[in-house]
Structure formats: structure tokens, C-alpha cells
Nanobody
């Protein structure tokens, strides 16, 4: 079992930045691909970014490419999402997830509870 807890969400103006963090417990993160997803009101949960277990391979949704950066620290069992140049359409609940495979669909094995990000115009 892997427990994931997100933090770092909040309210920010358009053009601003936030850094989300995901703390893992239960097992070491080094065996898992880590992903970030988001879900806006009345919308389906969507892929944002993922990083391979070693951090050498990353993937991003087109909508965040060039603005968001995913990173991980396996020694600290932490995963981060640096979000720059935020837009109102980035407003959503952001979820951290873990899986054995590098994937963009929502079928990850483990999920956190989410953290709210609100971007004002």
C-alpha cells in the first residue's frame, strides 16, 4: 500500500506560480511512476504530468507543457509539481497518483485526496 498526501494548493493570480508537493508513505516511491492529475468542476479528471521511477523520463499534457515541471526526490519520498504562468483554466483539484507503469490514463493504483488550486483572473 502507498499513501499519498498532497499539499501546496491555494489561491493565486493569473501569471503567478505555485509548487505542489506529494508526500508518500507506506512504501518507497522509487518503485513507482508518479503522476499528477487534475479535475475541474463538472469535468473529468485529466492527466497533467508523470515521471518515471528514476526521474529520467517525463510526460506532460499539451495544455501545461512549458509551464509546469514535475520532479521527484526518491530519498525523501516526495514528488513535486512546479506550476508557472498559471491561467484561470488551471483551476482544479490536483491529485497525486502512483502506478507501476508510465501512463496518461486515470487507472493509477494509488491516489491522494487532492489539493485545490484556484487561479483568479
Amino acid at each position: 500500500q502507498v499513501q499519498l498526501v498532497e499539499s501546496g494548493g491555494g489561491l493565486v493570480q493569473a501569471g503567478g506560480s505555485l509548487r505542489l508537493a506529494c508526500a508518500a508513505s507506506g512504501r518507497t516511491l522509487s518503485s513507482y511512476v508518479m503522476g499528477w492529475f487534475r479535475q475541474a468542476p463538472d469535468k473529468e479528471r485529466e492527466f497533467v504530468a508523470a515521471t518515471s521511477w528514476g526521474g529520467g523520463r517525463t510526460a506532460y499534457a499539451d495544455s501545461v507543457k512549458g509551464r509546469f515541471t514535475i520532479s521527484r526526490d526518491n530519498a525523501k519520498n516526495m514528488v513535486y509539481l512546479q506550476m508557472n504562468s498559471l491561467k484561470p483554466e488551471d483551476t482544479a483539484v490536483y491529485y497525486c497518483a502512483a502506478d507501476r507503469n508510465m501512463r496518461r490514463d486515470i487507472n493509477y493504483d494509488y491516489w491522494g485526496q487532492g489539493t485545490q488550486v484556484t487561479v483568479s483572473s
